[in-house]
């Protein structure tokens, strides 16, 4: 490197020599050629690492250029100052010439370099061509004499892999041939010894039950002659007091009769009166008797005020024994006959006393009774579409209705007795009513334990008068009531307790009807899903998908009778508008191509308002708003619609969907309704519903609709295995899961003694192995099958041995058949896998069901022996 007068430095300028390379060979050996260089040629061996002639005359331009600039920017460099003063132009000019000559030597050493590493690797490329082709050349001379040679060995190999093969099958065959040999001599001796000791068996039991029934009857006998014992001195005790009865009744009769005799003796002694007051006896007498008879009549057919009030308060309920009570316990006291009679009564009583004491009060007071009978018909149920049955009803009724005379309207009930219960309801389970905290229903709350205190107020005050009354009001300085103010305090806390009551019964009725809206339409989705609807109509419909389709025409049935008895005409067309919006949605998106989404985000829009969220007329537009805004709880209504034992569930109307059946019928984060809230609504509209009912006492209909959904249901959760099972990727996972179901089953069935051989029997790592490996062979699936239903034929009772050891032996047979018939498929590797799975899965179910059976029945037995000895005892106290 040479500096220049000013300061820089020159360019470096490297040559090395070039020699010609006779072959690649050369490239790698010796030591002439630096390392650096030797390296980046051998790179350049490789195809992907050759670099053309384009690509190194850029690099020659682009160093050009990076050194022309590099010279123009020393030429324009600042120069030194001058030492001193006497430094005279001329001097200048001569280091100016000598820098232009310098920087033309520089030029033409560079031109000269750049001629000499073009020709190199001009050479370069040519030898690296040849050395590539001449590679290609040995490397393809190669690759043909390996493949003769593996060619050759692979014939071979396949010769001898026939030989061993047929050696194994043939040693095979012997072996499974002396194993069924001595399978079948063990069986014959297993048989004749499970005869002998069955007979043995039956012989033991046929003694001990002639034993039993012996002692039964001696037991019988005994106590049948006590009891004739009891029988007998009960039936004399009540001949004795039938008798004594009958004499105090003819000693009554007697004394009745001298009295009229006196009294007729009495009357002819005074009859010189004058004929008038004779008359005027004679009348009062006839009044007298009349109004005796009256107001017997009246006591026995509609009572007293104190009866009806005794009678109520027999009942039970107020308001300490609603909130010591649970809610299904209150809610059929409720709901009993009885009850609802009783509370009948004693509110058309007080209705009664309320009109009469404010008709008195009318001069002076015209308005004092508040009208509410615009709340009372939001209480009252729609109009539901006439059925045959129902035409026939209301014929007669109309025939009733004609013989009375009567074509005005029913009058409306002042007190209606289900929402007058529904106030305790409120009370003692406010948690289980409300599925909120919201303004309205802590002021319905508030104005129901005002109303229900009021109410117990008046019974106190009916039962023990006003003087007794003094002890149950909080404040000594209030002024003492009577009945009429207490009967006035009475009516106004029920008027503000029915106003807040039909403003939540308004929000209640409007979120059941959107959640039954929503499920009728994810049902519609879900079908469409399954059976692949287009707008052009159903085509190529299996005989499963119109299973689904009927079922869900069925159950969309049953929830527009409920929408038609919730919101009448109304409620039906909003669904049917929510259905066709759904069906339309459905197809746009799939005619698109975009993901379905749920089109029931907001079923009640503003084209179809409802019908019960009209405004009340004395509720302003803010309460209406915040009735609607209310509820923020979800609700469990299609759940109870659609109710399964053991969902984790696959969905039952969608085999398309993941199996959770719950996460199509209704979004967790919506306006929906607890079953505490059905029922209530349930008790408040329903005149002839049962409680029983809503507590999973089911009638023959709810059953077989339950019957089909659960088969449905079973169909489409199978389907969905035999789908992801039939893909190019089978998924395995599923039964992986459903093996690992059998075995915690089995563990839990099972003694504690023998988990450790199921455990070692049903090995999952195994089985998930055999099942990657993607060969179809049924043996390790059968051996575990096997085990399961042997050790269930173990777990089980002797009398039902037989009858499981056939459908074993038949599934056995089924599962073999299939697996000898030779098909390389994986249908039926799928559908005998699916057929031994479910089997093995029924036969666990029915015996656990049949082990509850057992239990329930030892209890019983053991609460009838119970009964049976106290029974015993109270007979020996006799």
Not at 193 to 203: H, L, M, N, R
Not at 547 to 565: P, S
Request: hydrophobic residues 35%; charged residues 30%; contains cysteine.
């Amino acid at each position: 490197m040479e500096l220049t007068e000013s300061g820089g430095s020159t360019g470096i300028a490297l040559e090395f020599p070039m020699t010609t390379l006779s072959s690649s060979e050369d490239l790698t050996g010796g030591g002439k050629i630096p390392r650096r260089i030797r390296r980046r040629l051998l790179e350049c061996k490789t195809p992907s690492k050759l670099t053309s002639i384009q690509d190194i005359e850029a690099k020659l331009n682009q160093a050009s250029l990076r050194r022309q600039q590099f010279h123009a920017w020393l030429s324009n460099k600042a120069r030194r100052k001058p030492k001193s003063p006497s430094w005279s132009s001329s001097q200048d000019e001569d280091l100016g010439q000598r820098l232009e000559a310098k920087l033309h030597a520089a030029e033409q050493k560079r031109l000269s370099i750049m001629a000499e590493a073009q020709m190199r690797l001009a050479k370069l490329d040519e030898l690296r061509q040849a050395a590539k082709s001449e590679v290609e050349m040995r490397f393809k001379s190669r690759r043909e004499e390996l493949g003769t040679k593996v060619e050759s060995r692979v014939q071979k190999a396949e010769v001898n892999r026939m030989l061993l093969l047929m050696a194994h099958r043939q040693r095979r065959a012997a072996a499974k041939e002396r194993t069924a040999q001595s399978l079948l001599q063990r069986m014959v001796q297993e048989r004749k010894y499970k005869d002998c000791v069955s007979t043995a068996i039956y012989q033991k039991r046929a003694a001990a039950e002639r034993k039993r029934m012996g002692l039964l009857e001696a037991e019988k006998t005994r106590v049948h002659a006590k009891v004739m014992k009891v029988r007998k001195v009960a039936k004399s005790v009540y001949h004795q007091r039938e008798i004594e009865r009958r004499r105090m009744k003819d000693r009554l009769e007697d004394r009745l009769q001298k009295a009229k005799r006196q009294r007729a003796e009495y009357l002819r002694q005074r009859g010189n009166l004058h004929t008038i007051r004779v008359k005027m006896h004679r009348q009062g007498d006839i009044l007298s008797r009349k109004l005796a008879r009256c107001w017997r009549q009246f006591l026995r057919s509609r009572k007293t005020t104190f009866a009806l009030a005794k009678e109520y308060d027999a009942l039970g309920i107020n308001e300490e024994s609603v909130k010591s009570m649970q809610f299904e316990q209150l809610a059929l006291r409720i709901e009993s006959a009885g009850t609802l009679q009783t509370v009948k009564a004693l509110l058309d009583r007080l209705e009664n006393r309320l009109t009469l004491s404010r008709s008195a009060n009318v001069s002076s007071n015209p308005s004092s009774l508040d009208n509410i009978d615009h709340l009372l018909k939001r209480l009252a149920s729609p109009k539901r579409k006439s059925t045959p049955s129902n035409t026939i009803r209301s014929r007669r009724s109309r025939k009733v209705a004609s013989s009375q005379g009567g074509q005005d309207p029913a009058k409306l009930s002042r007190y209606p007795v289900r929402v007058v219960l529904c106030a305790y309801m409120i009370l003692g389970h406010p948690d289980a009513v409300f599925n909120g905290q919201g303004e309205h229903e802590k002021s319905l709350a508030e104005s129901a334990a005002k109303f229900t205190r009021e109410f117990e107020l008046l019974i106190k005050m009916i039962l023990y008068g006003p003087t007794q009354n003094t002890h149950l009001d909080s404040s000594p300085a209030l002024p003492s009531r009577n009945f009429r103010t207490q009967l006035q305090s009475f009516d106004a806390a029920w008027c503000t307790y029915v106003y807040r009551f039909v403003v939540w019964k308004v929000k209640d009725a409007r979120s059941l009807e959107e959640d039954l809206v929503r499920a009728a339409c994810q049902m519609e989705l879900s079908m469409m899903q399954t059976c692949k609807l287009t707008a052009e109509g159903e085509n190529n419909l299996t005989h499963d998908m119109k299973a689904v389709q009927k079922q869900v025409t069925e159950d969309q049935r049953l929830l527009r009778e409920k929408v038609l008895h919730l919101s009448g005409d109304d409620g039906v067309k909003r669904m049917e508008c929510a259905l066709s919006d759904a069906r339309s949605k459905y197809y746009e998106a799939k005619e698109s191509g975009s993901p379905i989404v749920s089109p029931v985000a907001h079923i009640l829009s503003p084209d179809h308002p409802s019908s019960s969220a009209s405004p009340l007329s004395v509720s302003t537009s803010a309460e209406r708003t915040t009735s609607i805004q209310g509820g923020e709880t979800p609700s469990r209504i299609v759940r109870s619609l659609f109710k399964n034992d053991a969902l984790p569930q696959p969905e039952g109307l969608d085999s398309s969907s993941p199996s959770s059946g719950a996460n199509h019928l209704g979004p967790s984060n919506e306006n929906l309704i607890t079953d505490n809230e059905l029922l209530v609504n349930e008790i408040i509209h329903e005149r002839h519903y049962v409680v029983a009912d809503s507590l999973d006492v089911s009638n023959e209909g709810s059953n077989a609709i339950k019957a089909k959904i659960k088969d449905t249901m079973e169909k489409a959760f199978w389907n969905g295995i035999a789908e992801s099972l039939k893909q190019d990727e089978p998924d395995y996972g599923r039964i992986v899961e459903l093996v690992k179901e059998v075995r915690d089953e089995l563990s839990e069935m099972a003694p504690h003694s023998w988990k450790q051989n199921i455990y070692a029997a049903i090995d999952l790592d195994i089985l998930s192995q055999v099942m990657m490996s993607g060969i179809h062979d049924l043996s390790y699936l059968g051996k575990i099958l096997e085990f399961a239903l042997v050790t269930l034929q173990k777990l089980s009772a002797p009398a039902s041995e037989d009858e499981m050891i056939k459908s074993h032996m038949k599934l056995m047979d089924e599962l073999r058949e299939i697996s000898q018939a030779g098909d390389e498929s994986n249908t039926s590797f799928v559908f005998a896998m699916i057929k031994g799975l479910r089997f093995v899965l029924e036969q666990i179910q029915v015996y656990s069901h049949k082990h509850l059976l057992l239990s329930c029945g030892i209890c019983s037995l053991f609460m009838l022996c119970q009964s049976v000895h106290n029974l015993f005892s109270y007979l020996h106290r006799l």
